[in-house]
Structures are given as C-alpha cells and as structure tokens.
C-alpha cells in the first residue's frame, strides 16, 4: 500500500480501522475508496464528516436513528413482528454524471417493457418476429391470459417500476432484475432521507444533494393520468392486504402523502361492472386502484377463490374501462427471470436503441449446452429460480455445500424452464457502521421509475440496501437486510432549475409587529404587577424595621 | 369517509378516554383504600372491579381451592397492567393505537407518534416500578396529549365527529362507572370530594355550589351539569350532537337515528326526572346508562361500520 493510500484512512480517527485490508479482500468495487484508498471526490464530503465525528457520537446517532423509526412507527413486521427498519447512517452517494446513466438506462428499460406487455397481451408481434420464443411468454406463471386484450386507458400498465441495480468489480451498473409487479420499498427513501437531514446536516449542506419528496406527487398525477375516459376528477385509492403485511406502513404513507384513501379488499365491492367503495355515506365509485395486493389475490372470480384480500369483479370492472389497475394485472411477464435474458433484444427490437445498462452474464437453463455448462461449474455460480423475490430459493454456489449442489441439480433437471445462472457479482462495496467499526459491505440500488404515459420519470434516488454479514452477497430487508439513504448528488446543469428559481424569489419579509401582549406575559409588568411587587417589599422592609425596634 | 376508517377513529375516541378515566377511577379509588379506615379492601376491590366489567371468576368449583380475593395487586393488574384484560389501561391504549395504525393515513402523524410511543413504552415493565400514581398521571399526560393534538389539528369533518362521538359515548359510560363505584362504596360522604377530584371537577364544583359540599349537590353536579364536560349530561348531549351533524339532513319529526333516539331519551330521564327520585335508584339509573351507551355504540356500528361481515366468494370452477 503507497504511504499516501494509508494516509486517507487514518484521516477516519480509528473509524477506518481495518478498512483497507476488508475493502481489498473483498475484491469489489468501493464506492468511497478507490483502489489505493484514496477519497473518491463525490463522497469526500461524507467522508470529511465522518472523520470529523467520534466514534461514540456516531453510535449514538445510530441508535437516535433507530429509536426515531420505532417510534414514528417506521417498521417491517418479520413474522408478525414489527421491527425498525434498519437505516446506517453512513449514506450512498452517486455522482450526477453516474446517476445520468442510470436514469437514461432505467427510463428505457421500462419502456421497453412497457411495449412488450402490450405486445404480449395484444398482437405478439415480437413472436413473430423472431425476439423471444412464445413458450418464454406462455409458460410464465405470472402470464395471465384473463387479460389479455384489455387496453388500459392511457396505454400504461407499468405505473411503477423498480430496477434492481448493482455495481461489478468495475463499478459500471447492470441490471439484476426487473420489478414491474408491485415493487416496494419506495417509502423507506422517503423516509431515510428525512431522518439522515437530522442524523447528518453538515454533510446535507456540503453539497447539493436532489430532493426525493416530489415521489408521491408525481405518483399521483401517473395515477390520474391513469384514470379511464371520461372521468374529469378520479377517485384513487390504494389497495392494501391490511395491517399484517410486511409492506403496511408502505401503503400507508403513499395514501397518506398522496391525500388519498387507503382501502382493504372489503371496503370494495363490484356492482354492474364499476367498482365502489363503502362510505359512511354509502357507495361511492373508485376509478384508479393502486393496488398493492398480488395478482393471485386480486380477484377471487378469475384467481384464487379463497382470496379475501381482493374483491370478485374487479377483473370484468376493469376489462368494460370502468376502473384502471396500477400496475396492470399480468406484469409478471415481464420481470420473470428467463425473459430477463431478453431485456436487451427487446430494447434493440422496440425502442430501435442500444441498451444503456447492461445486464449481469446469465445461462437459460432450459437449453441443454448452457445446462450441462452450468453443471458443471455450479459450485463458483449463482443459480435462482426466475419467479422468486426477496432472495427466495437463490443458491450461492461458492456458499453453497456438495449436499445442496446435488440437490439443486436434481431440482434444475427436474424443471429447467424454472432456474437461471448467474456469475456471482461482486457487488460494490459502502462502508457502513457495524458494531464498533466502519467496514465495508455489498449493497444493491433500486431506482424506481413512475410511468405517466407521456414519460418516465425515475426517481432521482433509491433504496440502497446492504447485506449487513460481512461478505455477504445476497442483498434483502425480508433477509436481515440493512438500507441507506442514496444521494443523488446535483449537477450544474439548467435542466434541474428547482434551486436556481427558489433563490430568485427568496425576498426578505416585511418587517411585522410583535406578537400581541397579554396579561402575565415576560414583557414589561404591568404598572399594578409594580405596585405590588413595592407593596410586598415596603412591608418586607416594614417587618424588619418593626423586628429591629423589639 | 371509508367506513372501516370511521370505526377507526370511533374506537380511538373510545379507547383513549376509556384509558383516561380508568386512569383516574383508579387513582383516586387506590388512595381512599389508603386513606379511609372504614373500607374492607377485599369488599371494595372486588366491587370496583365489578363496576368496571371485570370481575373476579368464582373459585373453580369441585376442588376446593379458596375463592381468589380481590386486593390492591389485583386491582392494579387487571385494571391496569395486564395487557390480556381487556378492561385495563393497558389494552385500551393498544386498542387505540392499533386503531390509529389500521387508519394510519387518515390520522395525524403527530397523533399516531404520540399513540404509538405511549405503546411503545408500555410493555418496557418499567411502570409496575414505579408508584403507580406515577403510572395514572403518565396515562393522563399521554391521553391529554392526543385529545389536544387531534382539537388542534383535525379538520372538523365526519372523520372528527366520529371521534368526538366515541369519546363523548365513552365518556358518558365512564362517568357513570365512576359514580356506581364511590356510591356503592356507601358510607361517608367524605368519599364524594375524591369522586369529583378523579373527574378533575373539584375545584369547578367548589367554584359553581361556593364550598357547600354535599352528596346531593356532587351527585348531582356529576350527573347533570350542563356546562361541566365530564358530567354525563353534557357527555350525552355531545354525542347527540355529532350524530346530528352526521345526518345532517333536517328532520321535521322526530329522530330518525336510532343510536341519537336512544341517548336523547337517557339524557331527557335524567334531566327532567326528579334529582332526588333519580338519586334513590343511583346504581340502577347508571347501570341504564351504560347500557344505553352501549346500545348506542351498537346502533352507531350498524348504521355507519356496516361492512365488517367478510365475503366468501364460492368459486365457479371448484
């Protein structure tokens, strides 16, 4: 190590220690050191006010920040119990020019997957052109053909998006999966950004950092934009399983911050092909559901029969264009792992451009040459299944004993339509506080992306999560999982005018009156307050004079 | 409004106050326990847990095991600490919290963090260490806490007239508990003082009959002063209000609202019965009013809450 390396981390005061030797035995890409431990520029600000905090200090930021969750309520239920969600406090910083990739890269790619939805549940043109084969699309199991013809209104059936994102051992973004379902965890970067202003100001003010907090207004307007033909001002709901899901405050602070209702499966009924919601006042219609319940549970006519979470009809409600899903029914098509493989020939083919962020390498296994390749070597791949989420069924070969190989090369044989292979990525690394000491762990990125029809704006931020084991790869709240803040830091360009303008009108007020005075307030005392506060020291003065005569 | 969102707000109305006033029932019965030589603990404990709906099980029959006496320890956990019993400030401000949860976006951030760290705190044991009038004016503190935060930053809608209805039933019911439960106590009309000090009425009472401390007159305060917030009265005359404004719809004969009918016709009795007749029969006419608020709190679920019963769906393809 140069002596000018070894200089950077000690500026931590004892937090680095050790930072260095983790940092190169994990063999990632680190986000705020480069490769002989320098600062990288974009994160010298947090690292200034890093190095300029004790340990003890910061320790106790960490638990302020947790205790503030709790109370706030700010929780995830990990078997039916509520826990804080974890937020470090060391945040993520991504550069703007960094950041302009990704935005472009996510944009797309949700374009592009927005037309092939329509294509799928329309014409198929790409089967027939030759892109993907139609039994990737037909035997999905999230391909529902109860949909298929429905139009939605504004030509959207990906409101929202959630691209899940890391960083290889070069530090270029890809691609690792694609949520185009219910994507979840946009609140925690609400909420984590509020909570870091308090835990980190010097470092807020330091740079420029792109605010997060237009997410619920511009997922409404999507919404409305949404909204069938004919209907000036739409009702919109969100449509939540109810308070024992995981995901609840989610739902809560989306309807909140939107100003809209948030409604369960039984506050909804179907009638005569239009959707309705019990008031106190009786039935009311609902035009825009954003439903945050699954497929399967959405309507007991078309999908599970015992579901209670969603409401019979709702499917017929929105087939006669009475009432919009967001995101569409069916969409899991669309982020199914095999199809994955695709992204990049549906780009090419839909939108006519080159794919800005590229996937991760990944082996169909349901063709013979990849499989017997992956066979192979599966002890040094990552094998999943294509319709998991959250971590679900992933093997780490690496990790990964002789007994569960066998195991998996059983359960790969046994339905290859169902795996995918994966190198494993090093995912970039972020220090991050653990226990006593700053070290640095793997973390992901999910940007998310909302659709209104005319374009798509993604989110200048996300939810970074972190793998809080030491080496661990694989990346999970419902998974002991860790979060930090993003900052998406501003770069000088016109196009982002929002602080430019707030300066410009910044006027100084008008100098106004004091506020008015009353009786017992800390100004001047009255004149009898006075009075008889003299009154109370003449007869002090008098007792004593008439003590002293005795 | 959702329907499920006003029976939210309904119950937290219900449960805070029902938090409150078990708070102060509780802290001026365990003082007189302390300070009146003539109560037979036993006696009074098992009376004022009557009063509260929580009574003691029978001794279980057969084997012969002595019947459990009710003291102070027991008082104090079921009516209190213990979280399983449903009369115990404990489970009513989980109730109210649970409610603000299941209406999250509709209630105040302020009020849910006031809720949900008042829950927050409980399960810590660190009251059961503390005296437990320390534990009654934290209670009270808290429950001030939410009922200021929500006047200050409710809009008057129905959302807010639901919960002023639930509280104002609420408290009509606990004002009613609190006078069975010193009247019952029988003995001297020293008790009376304590009764108006738990309803935080004593100095409005000394202020309204100038000092002339008497049974009747506190009884009577308690029951139907119109300008005393806690009287039962003016509780019920609260409640009528709200669900006045909810029909909001001018009758010209009658009451259409069956929970409205119910408590206007509890509050006529009281008002323009005799005081003395209505004194006589203290125990029964507060046992009717508790049942009227009950039914009126049924009525009110039926006509606004009614989509609690949950659908099958019988599938087709089975």
């Known amino acids: 190590m140069t002596p000018g390396a070894s200089h950077g981390v000690d500026a931590g005061g004892g937090l680095f220690d050790g930072y260095a030797e983790a940092a190169l035995a994990s063999g990632a890409w680190d986000e705020m050191f480069t490769a002989d431990m320098g600062v990288r520029e974009t994160s010298a600000p947090v690292h200034a006010a890093l190095a300029g905090t004790e340990l003890r200090d910061l320790r106790g930021r960490a638990d302020a920040l947790a205790s503030s969750y709790q109370d706030k309520g700010i929780t995830f239920a990990v078997g039916g119990e509520e826990r804080p969600f974890p937020l470090d406090v060391v945040p993520r910083v991504v550069s703007a020019q960094e950041w302009s990739v990704v935005e472009a890269g996510v944009a797309q790619r949700v374009a592009a997957l927005e037309a092939f939805l329509a294509d799928a549940y329309g014409p198929m043109r790409a089967v027939e052109d030759g892109v993907v084969p139609r039994s990737v699309i037909t035997s999905s199991s999230h391909f529902h053909r109860v949909v298929a013809g429905i139009e939605p209104p504004n030509g959207v059936r990906v409101h929202v998006a959630g691209v899940d994102l890391v960083r290889d051992a070069e530090g270029a973004f890809r691609v690792l999966e694609d949520n185009v379902r219910v994507p979840s965890g946009v609140s925690y970067v609400l909420t984590n950004r509020s909570a870091m202003a308090g835990a980190m100001p010097q470092a807020f003010s330091d740079q420029r950092i792109r605010p997060v907090a237009a997410y619920p207004r511009r997922l409404l307007a999507a919404l409305r934009a949404a909204a069938p033909v004919g209907v000036d001002d739409p009702t919109v709901v969100v449509l939540t399983p109810g308070v024992y899901n995981s995901a609840y405050f989610e739902h809560a602070l989306l309807a909140r911050s939107m100003g809209i209702e948030l409604v369960e499966g039984r506050d909804l009924v179907c009638r005569g092909g239009r959707l309705l919601m019990r008031t106190t006042a009786g039935l009311r219609p609902v035009h825009v559901v954003y439903r945050r319940v699954d497929d399967e549970y959405l309507d007991p006519v078309h999908f599970r029969s015992d579901s209670m979470l969603g409401c019979p009809g709702l499917v017929n409600a929105a087939r006669a264009g009475n009432v919009t899903l967001a995101n569409g029914i069916g969409n899991g098509v669309a982020d199914d792992k095999l199809l994955y493989t695709y992204v990049p020939d549906l780009v090419r083919y839909y939108l006519g451009e080159d794919p800005v962020l590229p996937n991760v390498p990944t082996w169909r296994l349901e063709e013979p040459e990849a499989r017997e390749e992956v066979f192979d070597r599966l002890a040094e791949l990552v094998v999943k299944p294509v319709d998991g989420s959250g971590g679900k069924g992933i093997v780490i070969g690496p990790a990964a004993t002789a007994v569960e190989l066998d195991q998996l090369r059983e359960r790969v044989s046994a339905d290859p339509r169902g795996w995918i292979a994966q190198p494993v990525v090093r995912l970039s690394t972020v220090p991050t506080l653990v226990g006593e000491k700053i070290a640095p762990r793997h973390v992901d990125l999910r940007p998310f992306a909302v659709n209104d029809g005319s374009r798509v704006w993604v989110l200048p931020g996300g939810l970074t999560r972190v793998a809080l084991p030491e080496g661990e790869l694989v990346v999970n709240s419902s998974q002991g999982g860790g979060s930090k803040d993003t900052w998406v830091l501003a770069d000088d360009r016109p196009d982002d005018p929002a602080p430019v303008r707030s300066r410009s009108v910044a006027v100084p007020p008008a100098p106004s009156a004091p506020p008015d005075a009353g009786p017992g307030g800390g100004g001047a005392a009255d004149v009898r307050d006075q009075q008889q506060q003299q009154q109370q020291v003449q007869q002090r003065v008098q007792q004593r004079a008439g003590g002293a005569t005795c | ?318």
């Open chain 2, 1 to 318: 409004m959702l329907s499920r969102i006003a029976e939210a707000l309904f119950w937290i109305g219900r449960y805070v106050e029902r938090a409150e006033d078990t708070a102060r029932l509780l802290d001026v019965q365990l003082q007189l326990l302390v300070e009146d030589p003539w109560i037979d603990e036993g006696t009074a404990c098992a009376n004022l847990l009557s009063v509260m709906g929580a009574p003691l099980e029978d001794a279980q029959d057969g084997d012969g095991a002595p019947a459990p006496r009710a003291d102070r320890r027991t008082v104090l956990d079921r009516l209190g600490y213990d979280p399983y019993s449903s009369a115990s400030i404990v489970a009513s401000i989980g109730g109210a919290r649970e409610n603000a949860r299941r209406a999250r976006e509709t209630v105040s951030t302020e009020m849910w963090e006031v809720l949900n760290t008042a829950y927050n705190t409980v399960p810590t044991g660190r009251w059961r260490a503390v005296s437990p009038h320390t534990f009654f004016a934290w209670v009270r503190d808290r429950t001030s806490t939410v009922t200021g935060i929500a006047d200050s930053t409710m809009s008057r809608d129905d959302g807010w007239l639901f919960l002023v209805l639930g509280r104002s039933i609420e408290r009509a019911d606990m004002t009613a508990r609190l006078i069975t439960s010193t009247a019952s106590l029988g003995g001297p009309a020293s008790r009376w003082p304590s009764l108006l000090r738990a309803c935080g009425a004593h100095e409005t009472f000394l202020r309204t009959y100038r000092g002339l401390e008497d049974e009747t007159e506190a009884a009577e305060f308690l029951l139907l002063d119109r300008l005393f917030p806690r009287s039962v009265v003016h509780a019920l005359a609260q409640a009528e209000k709200c669900l006045a404004e909810l029909e909001s719809s001018g009758q010209r004969a009658g009451v259409f609202d069956e929970a409205q009918r119910r408590l206007g016709r509890t509050r006529a009795e009281l008002e323009y019965r005799p005081l003395a007749d209505v004194l006589a029969h203290l125990p029964d006419e507060m046992e009717r009013v508790q049942r009227t608020c009950s039914a009126a709190s049924d009525a009110v679920a039926r006509r606004y809450f009614s989509s609690g019963e949950a659908l099958t769906w019988m599938g087709g393809r089975a």
